[in-house]
Structure formats: structure tokens, C-alpha cells
């Protein structure tokens, strides 16, 4: 009888963090249009909204990835457990948004996820080899941006020298326009399955489904709060990102959007969860770094390094907490569990 209420409420609650998650990483898809005028706002964020719904129905690799590759079986956690994993990443998720620190979501619901899972049953039932997979694919993933960034930045560099710096940035502009609609496509093509991974793992430990195949509806109601929530934005991060990080033209925010689209979609075709936020920025500072690299600023980075670094460990003793409280509130409610 408990069962399906607490599905119910996973399901609730996970397409609440794709919503956040949606207004917490508008600006990885937008941040460098938008700052360097190539684009206005509201086009640009509506776009990227459709952008992301598309881009979110075309995969379910990485959803597979998350379900399956964090706990050892599905039998051997509830749904209570995935309901405090989720209430300790969108609690972080809320504070990084609301000081405007472009964190990682994806870091926060793997965080919030082990510390629920660890501290409900035990580390036993903790996927050793998925999750060190799922971290390899979260810490190389800015890495790789910010080293192939700079090599994109320096192949533009050589083409263009023998032209004029107006009609450079005039075809940027243009061009950084078709690079920030791939960027929204592959955000959404990777970040939106992470819901659904973890509403599947849950229809799965609840016996509702009998596999670890996303159903159709668990895609679309997905893919559907992503963009419901990037259409709401999340300018306080689009200012972080966009600005703040280096002063940039047109021509590197298309180096920036088209590289970070890259490693995304590539990550989303192997299957591998990886955070759009830390590969943005890793897109800027690579891109950044080419220019000059006095012009990054570098104490705004080692400020978001510093809150990647503390997501995981974090969040995850806030899904610690989380369950400690709902389990405790659960007997008090209902004395009979």
C-alpha cells in the first residue's frame, strides 16, 4: 500500500529537479550568446527550452547508466531511499542557484543519490565500478573541454588572421547562433535522462516495470519539465558564466558553444552522464586561455572548482540527512511501517 504513493512522489520530485535543473543550467546553453549580444535573452531561452525537449527524447543511454550504475541491485534499496537522495540534490541545487554559483546538478543527484543509498543499507549496496565509471565520465569531461577548447580556439585563430576583426565578428555572431542551438540540443540530450534514470530505477525497485527500459511517458514528462524550467531561466548564473569567467567576443563564444556541444553529445552517445556546467566553463577558460591567459579570470574559476569539488561529498551527506529525517517523520506519521 506504501509503494505506490512513494513511487508517485519519486516521480514528483525528480521531474522537480529536472525543472531546477532546467533553470539552474539555462546559461550553459546560453551564457555566451547572450553575453556577447549575438542573441537577445528571451529568444535565446525559449529556443534553448525547445532545444532541450528535443534533444531529450532522443537517448535513453545515459538514463540506463544512472539506474544501473549506482547501486549493486535494485532490490536492494526502496523508494524511500531515492526520495532522499532527490531532496538532497535539489536542496543544493536551490542554494548554488540562489547565490548564483553555476554547480554542477549532475554532481549534486549522484552526491544525493550515495549518501541516501550508503546511509539507508549500507555501502555494500553501492555500485563500486558504476560509480567510479560515472565519476571518470564527470571529472574528464571539463578536463577534456578546457584542453580541446584551447586547441579549437588556436585552429580560429590561424584561419582568420588574415581578416578583418568586424567581419570576423559579424560571421561569429551568426555562426555562435547555430553553435548555442547544438549546445541547448546536446544539454538536453544529456541532462534530462538523469531524471528518468532515476524514475526507472525507482518503477523497477517498486516492481512496476520488470526491466531497465525507460518508458516512452518517464521521457516526455521529462524532457518536458527540462524545458518547462529552462524557459524560466537563470540569469543570476548566465551574469556568472557569461561574464565573469573572461570577457569574451563573438568568435570565442562560438569556440566555447560549439566545443562544449561536442564533448556533450559524445558523452550522451557513450552513454555517459557528465555535467554541462563544468564542461561550459571548462569550454570558457580552454577558449579563455588561448586569448591570453591572464585574461581568465582565475580566482572566479577556482571559486567554481571549489563548490564542484564540495557537491559530491555535500549533497551527499544531505540525502544522508534527508533520509535520516524522512524515515523518522514516516513512523511518526504512519506508526504501523
Given at each position: ?211 531497465l527500459e525507460v518508458p516512452t511517458m518517464v521521457k ?7 524545458a518547462l524550467g529552462t524557459s524560466v531561466g537563470g ?102 511501517l
Amino acid at each position: 500500500m506504501l509503494d505506490t504513493p512513494l513511487i508517485i512522489l519519486v516521480v514528483v520530485l525528480a521531474l522537480a529537479f529536472d525543472f531546477i535543473n532546467g533553470f539552474h543550467d539555462t546559461a550553459n546553453a546560453i551564457a555566451t550568446c547572450v553575453s556577447t549580444r549575438a542573441i537577445r535573452p528571451g529568444i535565446a531561452i525559449m529556443g534553448s527550452a525547445f532545444l532541450n525537449f528535443v534533444g531529450a527524447m532522443i537517448s535513453t543511454g545515459v538514463a540506463k547508466t544512472i539506474g544501473g550504475d549506482i547501486v549493486t541491485s535494485p532490490a536492494m534499496i526502496n523508494e524511500l531511499v531515492i526520495v532522499a537522495g532527490l531532496v538532497g540534490a535539489i536542496v543544493w541545487n536551490l542554494l548554488t542557484w540562489w547565490f548564483g554559483m553555476p554547480s554542477s546538478s549532475s554532481h549534486a543527484l549522484i552526491g544525493g543519490m550515495i549518501g541516501a543509498v550508503a546511509f539507508s543499507v549500507g555501502t555494500a549496496a553501492l555500485n563500486d565500478w558504476g560509480i567510479i565509471k560515472i565519476f571518470l565520465s564527470l571529472i574528464l569531461s571539463p578536463v577534456t573541454a578546457i584542453v580541446v577548447g584551447y586547441i579549437i580556439m588556436n585552429i580560429l585563430f590561424v584561419v582568420c588572421r588574415n581578416f578583418k576583426p568586424a567581419k570576423i565578428n559579424m560571421t561569429a555572431n551568426r555562426l555562435q547562433v547555430v553553435s548555442a542551438a547544438l549546445m541547448a540540443f546536446s544539454h538536453g540530450s544529456n541532462d534530462a535522462q538523469k531524471s528518468m534514470g532515476i524514475i526507472t530505477l525507482a518503477l523497477l525497485s517498486g516492481g512496476v516495470i520488470d526491466t531497465l527500459e525507460v518508458p516512452t511517458m518517464v521521457k516526455f514528462l521529462c524532457a518536458l519539465a527540462m524545458a518547462l524550467g529552462t524557459s524560466v531561466g537563470g540569469w543570476k548564473i548566465i551574469r556568472t558564466v557569461g561574464g565573469k569567467i573572461f570577457k569574451m567576443h563573438p568568435i570565442h563564444g562560438f569556440a566555447a558553444d560549439l566545443n562544449s556541444a561536442v564533448v556533450i553529445f559524445s558523452a550522451t552517445m557513450l552513454h555517459l552522464p557528465v555535467s554541462t556546467t563544468h564542461v561550459v566553463s571548462g569550454s570558457i577558460m580552454g577558449v579563455g586561455a588561448a586569448q591570453r591567459a591572464k585574461a581568465v579570470h582565475w580566482n572566479v574559476a577556482r571559486q567554481m572548482v571549489t563548490a564542484w569539488v564540495m557537491t559530491i561529498p555535500c549533497t551527499a551527506i544531505m540525502g544522508a540527512i534527508s533520509y535520516y529525517i524522512i524515515s523518522h517523520l514516516m513512523v511518526v506519521v504512519l506508526p504501523g511501517l
